[in-house]
């Protein structure tokens, strides 16, 4: 069976509170592929130092990305060659979007607003010894500060960051439209890629910036529920606070 080595659930109720690897397992049940789940927040352990990473039957596959491509050589109806050109590059351009830049405008609110970093590190650390969490606390916001100095986003302020995510979270919903899913009427492996991120930001108990954002597209709202339906029951409906 494939064993998936990702972040473990938070008290937020996601899948996952990366969205590459609710992404990576959201797409397994898309496949209805029988899957293991090892958390772990341990990443120095994987292929590539990162969550998640796939481990079929000796065979490690890291990275989101390569782990959808390496599940898609077994060939299924999500796999996005199978639609026309024009549609595919959609696709190609939304994943883009959410997992280039949209992803870092989220890093930043969750590392970068103390508020939200104190509710999310809490939930997250909640099964470590207390005398121990102010010190990781301490080395993951230095860590994470650092990766989005390198990236450009922790070079802004808030306010510019969350200008440029309104303008990418209003460009994706352009791109949606009325349509269930970003190449129409069949989700595919691109509707992973977006409910990843989105569930991060929507599915959340704490209302912040970026979800309000999200509010004003009930296409986006829409489709992140019928994503959660149809594949992510188990994430919970919250009321932010």
Excluded at 3 to 15: E, I, Y
Aim: charged content about 25%; proline content about 7%; glycine content about 8%.
């Amino acid at each position: 069976m494939i064993v998936l080595h990702a972040m473990p659930r938070v008290g937020w109720g996601l899948l996952s509170p990366s969205p590459f690897c609710l992404k990576a397992e959201v797409y397994l049940r898309m496949r209805g592929e029988p899957y293991q789940l090892e958390p772990t927040l341990a990443a120095a352990g994987a292929p590539r130092g990162k969550l998640p990473w796939l481990d079929d039957g000796g065979e490690l596959v890291p990275d989101s990305s390569a782990i959808v491509a390496y599940l898609e050589r077994r060939g299924d109806a999500l796999d996005e060659r199978a639609v026309v050109p024009a549609v595919r590059t959609r696709a190609h351009l939304v994943r883009r979007v959410v997992e280039e830049s949209l992803y870092f405008a989220l890093l930043c609110e969750r590392w970068r607003d103390d508020r939200l970093r104190t509710r999310y590190t809490d939930d997250l650390l909640a099964g470590l010894p207390e005398d121990v969490r102010p010190g990781i606390v301490t080395m993951a916001t230095a860590a994470l500060h650092d990766q989005l100095w390198q990236q450009g986003y922790g070079r802004h302020d808030l306010a510019t960051v969350r200008a440029m995510a309104a303008e990418d979270v209003a460009a994706v919903a352009d791109v949606l439209g009325d349509a269930p899913f970003v190449t129409g009427d069949r989700p595919r492996a691109v509707d992973a890629s977006l409910f990843g991120w989105l569930a991060n930001v929507w599915f959340v108990p704490v209302n912040h910036p970026l979800r309000e954002q999200v509010a004003g597209h009930p296409n986006l709202i829409a489709f992140g529920e019928r994503m959660r339906e149809r594949f992510a029951a188990d994430v919970p409906v919250v009321t932010p606070a």
